[in-house]
């Protein structure tokens, strides 16, 4: 098979053409793509075509499927493979996955080192998702700094009483099924680039080891302004067919809800496990 793989910036994101993710992909082609994948942290995988079976198919090439906190949140007739969408409405409010900067289920002890999602139905504009990354922003923070947060730890639960938005109801069962909160470092080295990241998460983390938590939320609101600026940042703009696989250690990632909500977006949602952040 013989595919193409472009930088989108120059330090986040890869487009993939020319590859069927639906056929058998060999051992080499493996390798590269997961090759790419820590190299870049984004891969933008084009011109799709996926049932919900073969996007499992595809994103484990990637690595081996994990669990979604919301138990009830699946494609009809397939347990095991999620969906995002815009018509989730919770006492009157609409509830739009992602809607700030944020890392995936961190609240896991060991928490998913990638998602992908696969494009089902758009809106005509808008929806775009947003990565930046948390290697270049820890790389370019003052020494100070550095020293201030590397061996500190983070306390990330499902939903932080300090979290700027709401995740919509659990059901009983999923609420059963959570683990305990994830005690994971504010900076972690990523297993297979060796590169440290900033490991941020307001949404989740309540607080800071050993830290007061005015002070652990100042922290983390500069920490925070730092890592979300332009100069970190690609920006996906979805086309159909799109699947986009991301690297949880490496980059957050955000939602817009600038489209217009009579139009439907829908797209089927993996995350792959990962390992304990150290
Ligand atoms: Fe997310």
Known sequence: MSYSIHPLTAHTGAE???????????????????????????????????????FKKAAQVFGELQEHDKKDVHVPGHPDVYYVS????????????GETFHTDHSNHPTPPKATTLFAVSLPSRGGDTQYVNMHDAYDDLPEAMKRRINDRKAVHVYLSKYSPRSLGNLTEESRKALPPPGIHPLVRTHPDNGRKALYLNPVRMESIVGMEDSEALDLIGELMAHATQKKYEYRHQWCNGDMVI?????????ANPDYDMNERRYLYRLMLKGEVPV
């Open 16 to 54: 993939v053409r020319g590859l069927n993710l639906a056929a058998a992909i060999d051992s080499d082609t493996r390798a590269d793509l997961n090759r790419a994948f820590a190299k870049h942290h984004v891969l933008v995988i084009r011109d799709q075509e996926l049932a919900p079976e073969g």
């Open 86 to 97: 815009n018509d989730h409405i919770v006492n009157g409010k609409r509830i739009i996955p």
């Open 246 to 254: 991301w690297d949880n250690r490496s980059v957050m990632h955000q």
